[in-house]
């Protein structure tokens, strides 16, 4: 078997390179042989120094995904680092990639840390509902300030390469040659030896505001323990001797490990990683995507131009008229330069990605596109229409999407000549941002239409997961189901303001009455009187919502929805009051009280009813396809793993 941890020696400096692909994970192979080449390397007196470097294309990215949640394989992490801390020769960590987790507690046990101008460092272990456990809160707060370590180990976020230059976690940064970077610094940095990391104090310690981390942590985290047990395991290492704190990481990362949020958390992350996989054997070409057009340039259209450009391809928009193209141009330069401002790109990639950029009321411009999404108003005659003229223009190869949110996909196929090439691509609002991208897989679509789509989510870096038709596909469906629930709780004695804490308290940001507020009551009202002729008589149907949209209260747009936004804030309103204890007392129903624990059974209960019928249709591939959508569209809290996990799990309720 070929060695994972190779060695070479080159005038008396030890250059030691993992070789593990894909991404170097310290998996138990990898840490035996390290370990074995640290003694080996310290038993010999011709050896001056020793890099370690590693092969492929990153820096260890962390740990072995296979071993999480199992029992530690021998010789654990903290066993290697711990050898090569107390080495005689000092180590100089050589970092390209990324160094995560447990890459980047290997880089801190060593002497010195060079790296590649590109690299980024992290300590992701909160979004596995863990904390490090081989010394990142340890010797991390010993070599940058305090303050710095708890941002990186509380959030989870990496760092790129010059920041940890600047907060003093690289010693250096080679924009040439790395490796003989690290072998001349490897040559400095013994004589003598400094003293190893675990001997100094934390930096800047005492200058933490601990409490107030502490506030606006668990005011983020929203139920998540991993944020603050890594805050306490930090302050722990302020206060205690390095080695005394190393143990009670290690016992505090060992507890969390084994917790019930870890472990949906970890479902969360296989679920993502597994979503969409039907889409990997489809042994088609995808059409071009290097040039793109889009058909309406209003929230979405002009979201998902964006988030085209952003990925390098040319987009052309098609708009009504001129003036409104012209608008949609505005937008896009509007949702550009507030990426700016967030330092998610540069000035330079806006200005480069507004020129690939135009928009007009020419449909033949749209013609030498490979895929072409529309995003028109949701009304199935506007869309037909768009479509059968996309049809007429566009090559025979082009692939068509459409963006709708509930409407039948099939209907609109029908309009062409060759439905295989037509297909849902259901963005989420913001578009540019939204990881979610749901593929809407038609009677008809091809296996090319379907390549198209897996290939753009790629490329946008989206997850993808596949959706049969349906009104409102997996997301959507299940949203309409418990709000439809949530609004006869409001009939049975429950309050908006109680159900949307009761939602709160569970983990998501905000209550589902609270996010109609927020996206406008309207476009659920305007889908609700389309599809009145077909609703069936005998289902209970609740006309409170109706109701606040016939008085024009639409949201936060009008200053009023479920809640009264007219002095800024969010208040109750006893209008809103009044209307469900009308609409109460024509249904006959005598309100009762609930508990959170009551309303969260029941949206809870409804989701996964919903869920399963999804799954009976063929509508969704899998059930962790359909927590990955309620995860990454719909706000439901990572760290309890989803509504079909919690079902799996026998858990009705994580009140409980
Ligand atoms: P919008 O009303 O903001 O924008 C629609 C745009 O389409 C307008 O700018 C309009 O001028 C343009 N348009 C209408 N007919 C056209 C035509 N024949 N040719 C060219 N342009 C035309 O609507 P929004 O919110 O952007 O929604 C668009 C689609 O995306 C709808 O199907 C909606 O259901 C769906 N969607 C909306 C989401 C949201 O959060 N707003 C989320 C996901 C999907």
Known sequence: MASLVGCELRDGIA??????????????????????????????????????????????AGADINELGKPPLSPVLPEVLDAIEGARIPWVAAVHGTALGGGLELALACTARIADGKAKFGLPEVTLGMIPGAGGTVRLPRLIPMCDAVDMVTGGKPVTASTALAIGLVDRLSETDLLSAAISYAELAGQPKPASLLDRPCRDAAEMDWQGKAKAIQAKARGAEAPMEALDALKDSAQLPAREALKQERQRFLRLAASDQAAALRYAFFSERNAGRSLTSIDSAPADLQRIGVVGGGTMGAGIATALLLSGSEVRLLERDTSAAETARARVDDMLGASVARGAISREDADQAIDRFTASPDETALASCGLVIEAVFEDMDVKRDVFSRLDAIMPAEAVLATNTSYLDVNRLAETTVDPARVLGLHFFAPAHLMKLLEIVRGRDTGRRALSTGAALAKRLKKTAVVSGVCHGFIGNRIMAAYRRDCEFMLLEGASPAQIDAAMRNFGFAMGIFEVQDMSGLDIAWAQRKNTESTRDPSEPYCRIADKLCEIGRLGRKTKRGWYDYSDGGQKIDPQVIRVIEEERTKAGVTAHSFSDEQIMKRILGVMQREGQALLSEGVAESASDIDVVMLTGYGFPRHRGGPMYLFGQQIECAFL
């Not at 894909?22 to 001056?48: H, K, S, T, W």
Request: charged share 20%; glycine share 8%; aromatic share 2%.
């Open 15 to 60: 250059i030691v390179t993992i070789d593990a692909p894909p991404v170097n994970a310290l998996g138990q192979g990898v840490r035996a042989e390290l370990l074995a080449r640290v003694r080996e390397i310290d038993g010999n007196p011709d050896i001056r120094a020793a890099v370690l470097c590693c092969a492929g294309r990153t820096f260890v």
